[in-house]
C-alpha cells in the first residue's frame, strides 16, 4: 500500500497510481459515466492527494473541475442522497478556501438545528446570553457564535447525554465553516471593528481543530489564517483594553490551533502580560477566565495546558 501521509519524496509507485487513476477519469469523462457518483468521488480523491502533496495550483484544477461536474448535476444539493461523498467535497472546498483565502466554490448548510435544539433543551445558548462584547456583532456573527458555543455544549456533554450522530456532527461542522467564510472570507477587507474582525478569524481558528485530517490527530497548517487572526490580536490590544478575557482566549485558541513557533512565542508573551494583569496564576484559574467562550474540553484541554505549562505558567 502507498503510504500517501509521508513526508519523504513520492514513491514512483504513489505517481504511477495518480497517473492511472487520472488515466481513468478521463476515460469516464467521455463515457455516459462523466457525472456518477463514482466519477466525482475518485475526483475528490485526487483533490485531497492534492492537497497531501501540497500542490496548491493542481488542487486548485481540480476542484474547478469537480465545481463544472457539479453545477452540471444542478448543484451540491443534487447530491444529498450520497451524504457521505457530500460531505467530503465540502471539507476539501473548506481546507482549499482556508489555505487560499478564497470563497468556498460549494455552499452546503445542512445544520440538522432540529436535532441540536432538541439536545440542548433549555440548555440552548440565546443572543443575550453571549459574553457582553459579542452582542453588538452583525447578526451573522453573532448566530454563528451561539451556534459554536452550542456545539461546544453538545460535545462537552457526558458521554450519557444526547449527542450527534456523526452525520449531524460533520454537517454542522460544513455549515459553520461555510457560514464563516461567507460572512468575511481571508483575503476580503478586515472589519473596520477590530473586535469584530478578531472574533470572527478566532472562530475560524477555533473551528480548524475540527479539522483533523483523515481521523488522525493531525492539524494541518494555515498560515494565512495565521497571520490575519495576529494582526488582529494585535489590533485589539490596544483598541480594547477593557476585553482581556476574550483576547486571552482568542490568543489561547490562535496558540493550540494555527499560530506557528513564531507565533506561539509571539502569543506567550501576549498572555503573560494579560494573565498578569487578570491575576491569571494557575492553569485552573486560567480556565476560569476563559470559561464563558466556546471551548471543547476533549480536544482543547491538553494541548492549552501544556502550553500554558510550558511556555506562561512556567514564569508563575
Known amino acids: 500500500m502507498v503510504n500517501f501521509m509521508a513526508k519523504q519524496d513520492e ?33 475528490v480523491c485526487i483533490c485531497i492527494y492534492e492537497q497531501l502533496r501540497g500542490d496548491t495550483q493542481k488542487r486548485r484544477l481540480h476542484m474547478d473541475g469537480l465545481r463544472r461536474m457539479i453545477e452540471l448535476r444542478g448543484g451540491i444539493g443534487e447530491l444529498q442522497q450520497n451524504n457521505a461523498l457530500l460531505q467530503k467535497i465540502c471539507r476539501s472546498d473548506i481546507t482549499l478556501a482556508l489555505h487560499e483565502g ?4 460549494f455552499f452546503w448548510d445542512g445544520m440538522p438545528r432540529l436535532a441540536i435544539d432538541s439536545a440542548l433543551g433549555n440548555a440552548k445558548t440565546r443572543t443575550e446570553d453571549l459574553p457582553k462584547a459579542f452582542r453588538d456583532f452583525p447578526s451573522g456573527l453573532s448566530q454563528l457564535i451561539v451556534d459554536v458555543t452550542d456545539l461546544s455544549h453538545l460535545l462537552n456533554r457526558s458521554p450519557a447525554g444526547p449527542r450527534l450522530e456523526p452525520y449531524a456532527f460533520q454537517a454542522t461542522m460544513i ?6 467564510i461567507q460572512f468575511r472570507f481571508l483575503k476580503s477587507q478586515p472589519a473596520t471593528d477590530a473586535m469584530e474582525d478578531a472574533v470572527h478569524l478566532g472562530l475560524m481558528a477555533f473551528m ?7 481521523g488522525r490527530r493531525q492539524q494541518l497548517p494555515y498560515e494565512l489564517l495565521s497571520k490575519r487572526l495576529i494582526t488582529s490580536l494585535q489590533k485589539i490590544r490596544d483598541s480594547c483594553p477593557d476585553e482581556l478575557p476574550v483576547a486571552l482566549w482568542l490568543l489561547i485558541v490562535g ?17 503573560k502580560t494579560i494573565a498578569r494583569d487578570m ?28 502550553f500554558w505549562e510550558s511556555t506562561v505558567g512556567s514564569d508563575s
Request: hydrophobic letters at 45%; proline letters at 3%; glycine letters at 4%.
Open 102 to 105: 478564497s470563497p468556498t466554490r
Open 175 to 180: 455549515s459553520l465553516f461555510n457560514r464563516l
Open 279 to 306: 491575576a491569571v496564576e494557575s492553569w485552573d484559574s486560567l480556565r476560569g477566565a476563559i470559561g464563558r467562550f466556546p471551548w471543547i474540553r476533549a480536544l482543547h484541554d491538553q494541548r492549552a495546558r501544556i
Open 208 to 214: 480548524t481543530t475540527l479539522l483533523l485530517f483523515f
Open 255 to 271: 496558540s493550540i490551533s494555527v499560530f506557528d513557533q513564531v507565533g506561539k512565542a509571539w502569543s506567550a508573551e501576549e498572555i
Open 11 to 43: 514513491s514512483q509507485a504513489a505517481l504511477s497510481h495518480l497517473s492511472q487513476t487520472c488515466q481513468l477519469v478521463n476515460q469516464k469523462l467521455s463515457s455516459p459515466q462523466a457525472l456518477s457518483d463514482i466519477t466525482v468521488a475518485v475526483v
